[in-house]
């Protein structure tokens, strides 16, 4: 099968991508021209009873989970038809911030119904694109033939809904998955119609093998990310500081930023920089991991002409003397900077060993590698799983045998036991009641504060009230014991 694109979009039932669950899936496939191949793909996915949806989120994609449950499919009825159908040698996977957001919900669907969580994007070919950064990048450089659209406070803005707009691509239903995926494709069609050469570069890119080529042949690169301020339009020159081609990451550093600030620093202080800051309350160390496999906008300096070294305000020759100073002491430096990472790790793991929330076996996809002994028998455990009889399977890595009991029970509740159903009403017993606030407390309020809001939007308010009968249904199907079967 030749090479293809697929875009695609989640609307979801919330924003974690290990506790929510993706609600509809939209999706086009085309050629490497970018023209359709097949019919649109437009899916709606039941939630199951231990998961209630973010009111925000409903708001947004205007689904309702009442219909959704009433006419879309399982979870694992979903995760087969993506697996077998859309999930085809030489898929390129292709969205709008999907690497941070929609392919992380592909990874833990295929998490909790028993596919490996990450081949889909990477075996017989296959790989993944995401055009954000594309649309980023190229606004920063090749900017020409592009309508490029402003917030109202005057800022640039790269929204999906802004691009289509400002440049009359069709649009129909913004944050529907389906109308989303295909506003994509017209954004993908616009940038290559009118940039083809960065276009094609950068999506060349997105196989690891260009980009160890790329870093192996140079020492300074010119970088798009949303690491840097929309006021540089997220992009600037980077020095690479290193690069483990093994563990698919380059730590880089922002030419921007005087060296000589830097470079003097202790382990102590450089970790206190690099730690995260959500109040944006210190100095940011100019320096970033990058990740191979995150579909990085990069290219050589070569790309830089006048017109896009003015726009982007590049001082070239302060560029050119950090990266002098750096270069002189960067074996000392990136010596410091490790040390000050693993400092990091260390703080971190302590900081999460002394959460008193136990994360869900749901959540913990990144804990380890799953063992090639418990992959190889998915397949297995899936068509065992359909079967209403009393059947167990054991696995060696301890996380799958409490999934496996959840999968069946979200999945195929009619070949659950008696006392099976037991553990499943009190799994879900204790997700939505337990704790103070619960997971029901803080969902009622956060609707009774929305209703109020929206006193005035008819259309908005019944969604709501929809999601409050809806919770109602479930949430008091849950409030009292199952009685226990009398031995």
């Known amino acids: 099968m030749p090479d293809s694109f697929f875009f695609y979009d989640l609307e979801t039932s919330g924003i974690s991508s290990s506790r929510d669950r993706i609600m509809q899936f939209g999706g086009q496939r085309t050629d490497l021209n970018l023209k359709n191949t097949g019919k649109p793909i437009n899916i709606s996915i039941k939630l199951s009873d231990d998961v ?3 009111p925000e989120a409903i708001l947004l994609s205007g689904i309702s989970p009442i219909k959704s449950n009433a006419t879309g499919m399982s979870e694992a009825e979903f995760c087969e038809l993506f697996n077998s159908q859309i999930a085809t040698a030489g898929t390129i996977f292709t969205g709008f911030n999907n690497v941070r957001f929609d392919d992380e919900f592909i990874r833990y669907l295929n998490y909790r119904n028993f596919y490996d969580a990450f081949s889909w994007h990477w075996q017989d070919g296959s790989s993944r694109w995401d055009l954000l950064d594309v649309v980023r990048m190229t606004r920063a450089l090749r900017p020409e033939g592009i309508n490029w659209p402003l917030s109202e406070d005057n800022k640039p803005t790269n929204k999906l809904e802004q691009l289509t707009m400002y440049n009359q691509l069709k649009h129909t239903n913004a944050h529907d998955a389906l109308s989303d995926a295909l506003a994509t494709k017209e954004v993908a069609m616009l940038l290559k119609s009118k940039q083809p050469k960065l276009f094609n570069y950068l999506r060349s890119l997105r196989q690891k093998a260009a980009l160890v080529k790329l870093l192996n042949n140079n020492q300074c690169l010119v970088y798009t990310s949303s690491h840097y301020s929309f006021e540089v339009l997220h992009t600037t020159v980077v020095y690479v500081l290193s690069f483990d081609s093994e563990l698919g990451s380059a730590l880089v550093f922002d030419l921007r930023a005087d060296a000589s600030s830097f470079l003097d620093l202790s382990i102590d202080e450089l970790a206190k920089l690099w730690e995260y800051d959500p109040n944006h309350l210190k100095a940011r160390l100019p320096v970033k ?89 998915f397949k297995l455990a899936r068509e065992r799983a359909k079967l209403a009889e ?70 908005k308010l019944n969604l709501l009230i929809d999601l409050e009968n809806y919770a109602k249904t479930i949430v008091s199907g849950y409030e009292t014991d199952l009685p226990v079967k009398a031995a």
């Open 289 to 377: 991991t990058m990740k191979l496999n995150r579909c990085p906008a990069v290219a050589p300096l070569g790309v830089l002409d006048k017109l896009s070294i003015d726009r982007l305000n590049l001082n070239m020759p302060a560029i050119e003397a950090s990266k002098r100073l750096i270069s002189l002491r960067k074996d000392e430096f990136v010596d410091k900077l490790k040390k000050a990472a693993k400092k990091l790790d260390k703080t971190r793991d302590e900081r999460r060993k002394s959460e008193p929330r136990v994360p869900a076996v749901d959540e913990r996809l990144y804990d380890e590698f799953i063992p090639k002994t418990d992959s190889s028998r």
């Open 390 to 459: 009393d059947f167990k399977m054991s696995f060696e890595d301890r996380r799958l045998d409490s999934l496996y009991e959840l999968y069946r029970a979200r999945n195929y509740p009619d070949s659950l036991s008696q006392d099976e159903k037991l553990a499943w009403h009190n799994h879900v017993k204790q997700a939505l009641l337990a704790g103070s606030p619960s997971k029901n407390e803080l969902f009622t309020e956060s609707l009774k504060l929305l209703k109020q809001a929206y006193l005035k939007d008819k259309h």
């Open 52 to 54: 209630l949806p973010s």
